[in-house]
């Protein structure tokens, strides 16, 4: 008869089961409708390392301090190890406990009620306590523990991608007010030429008061714009220095040295442009680790389901009871004890039941957040393929306008120099060129910034090394 216990046991385990709802891949749009969109044409992947096409050593250099140093990619990394412990606690929540345990009692009456009488007892054994998980409630919580650590890893990933995407963009912001700085230097020692020239000229009575002023202003609006120039500088050192981790001491970015990135025939990405891998957006990991956090939710869906059904534990006892020690462990001092049990919850003011609804409105809430994060991905593909590839388009007129105010500021230089036209001319040119100057350094810088946007949409996670 006492084998009927174990049987039982054995045959409710036997049936365990998981109730809730099972994941079924949230597609909210099929992979062809998203190749179409984005117009893809196949290609191999882009490469997780995409930042060492841009040929530039020391952004490389400072992409490498980030992906060791930067604080956001630790705590990513802690997360991790917080959801792994998470992990392997709940896992072992419904696995069978067993605890040792030892205790002495020492018990003396009152005088006042009778006969004083002294007792000691001694315990030393086992206690053991097992719930099973008939239901699948540890079983759905064990799938969203493992869910949310996978979410936490994509999430280092997409962490890798934006630090490396944030350094290269601040790096080029700060090349962007290098090369205005090395412009506003260059302008620096013509207009100097212009004043001198202009201040020779009103000492001797040639040219008028009007003249002068004009050179004068000309010439100290520029030294103001290299003071301006050289804040930026310093600040978007600082700000490098944030995101890899370090102290801004620790940057070393020599000015005097040009990037290539400037240079004035750097490379054309335009034939990598859409030439990306089938299925690139699940493959973000962003939009993994959203798919990730709906998986998790889904699960909790099942375990609030579970709960609705009986509980059942079995717990049980071990061990040895005396009065003294010497003989706490005879064998007729030994006692134990076993206690099955089945909860079920009758009146609970539909506590549980109201718990199920939450769930699955979370539930619909991470597959609406799922959703976004696709369309989101698709926007940054197509915004930031888009936009370098106008940007290109524009910065060859960009340059071309450049050339031509460089020749037009030489050429009425000359023409002032030889009395044929007034310096008001001069003054116009001189502005006009400080004025293409900005505008061709900014759209190289716009040109790169979209590059590294398109990266960062499309790339391969960066790994660990």
């Known amino acids: 008869m006492r084998k009927w216990p174990y049987c039982g046991v054995v045959c409710l385990c036997c049936a365990a089961c998981n109730v ?7 597609a909210v749009y099929s992979p062809q409708t998203v190749d179409a969109e984005l117009n893809i044409k196949l290609a191999h992947s882009v490469p997780q390392n995409w930042y060492k096409k841009l040929n530039d050593e020391r952004l490389e250099q400072l992409i490498a301090a980030g992906l060791r140093y930067n604080t956001d990619i630790k705590t990513a990394l802690s997360r991790i190890e917080q959801a792994r412990a998470t992990l392997q606690t709940d896992r072992a929540a419904y696995l069978p406990q067993i605890n040792g345990q030892g205790s002495y009692n020492y018990q003396k009456a009152d005088n006042n009620v009778g006969t004083a009488v002294t007792a000691r007892y001694y315990k030393a054994g086992f206690d053991a306590s097992w719930e099973l998980d008939l239901w699948g409630k540890g079983r759905r919580q064990t799938e969203a523990d493992a869910a949310t650590l996978s979410a936490m890893q994509y999430n280092l990933e997409d962490a890798r991608l934006s630090v490396a995407a944030e350094i290269a963009s601040d790096y080029i912001s700060l090349l ?4 205005n700085l090395r412009f506003a230097r260059h302008n620096q020692k013509l207009q100097q030429e212009i004043f001198d020239s ?3 000229k009103y000492k001797n009575g040639l040219s008028d008061e009007m003249a002068y002023e004009q050179s004068a202003f000309l010439l100290e609006n520029t030294k103001a714009q290299i003071s301006a120039y050289q804040t930026q500088i310093e600040n978007y050192k600082n700000a490098l220095a944030v995101l890899i981790g370090v102290l801004p001491s620790k940057i070393d970015i020599d000015e005097s040295r040009r990037s290539p990135l400037f ?3 750097s490379a054309d990405y335009r034939q990598q442009i859409l030439h990306l891998p ?5 493959l973000r990991p962003d939009v993994a680790a959203a798919e990730e956090n709906l998986i998790a939710q889904n699960a909790l869906v099942g375990k609030a389901v579970a709960e609705l059904y009986p509980d059942v534990s079995i717990s049980g006892l071990w061990g040895f009871a005396a009065q003294k020690t010497d003989n ?6 030994k006692q134990y004890g076993y206690e099955p049990l089945v909860t079920l919850p009758l009146l609970d003011w539909n506590r549980l039941q109201n718990n199920v609804r939450l769930q699955k409105y979370i539930r619909d809430e991470a597959l609406l957040n799922y959703k976004q994060t696709v369309l989101n991905a698709l926007s940054e593909i197509k915004n930031a393929s888009y936009a370098y590839l106008e940007t290109l388009a524009s910065n060859k007129h960009k340059l071309s306008a450049l050339h031509n105010m460089q020749k037009t500021v030489r050429l009425a230089q000359d023409k002032y120099n030889n009395g044929l036209i007034e310096f008001s001319d001069v003054l116009s040119t001189q502005q006009n060129l400080i004025s293409a100057q900005e505008n061709y350094v900014a759209g190289r810088a716009d040109e790169w910034q979209n590059l590294i946007a398109y990266y960062k949409a499309v790339a391969a996670p960066i790994s660990s090394n």
């Open 263 to 265: 240079a004035a025939n």
């Open 278 to 282: 089938a299925n690139i957006v699940r």
């Open 176 to 179: 962007q007010n290098v090369e």
């Open 20 to 26: 809730g709802p099972d994941y079924k891949s949230s």
């Open 328 to 333: 706490l462990f005879n064998s007729s001092n």
């Open 198 to 200: 202009v201040n020779s």
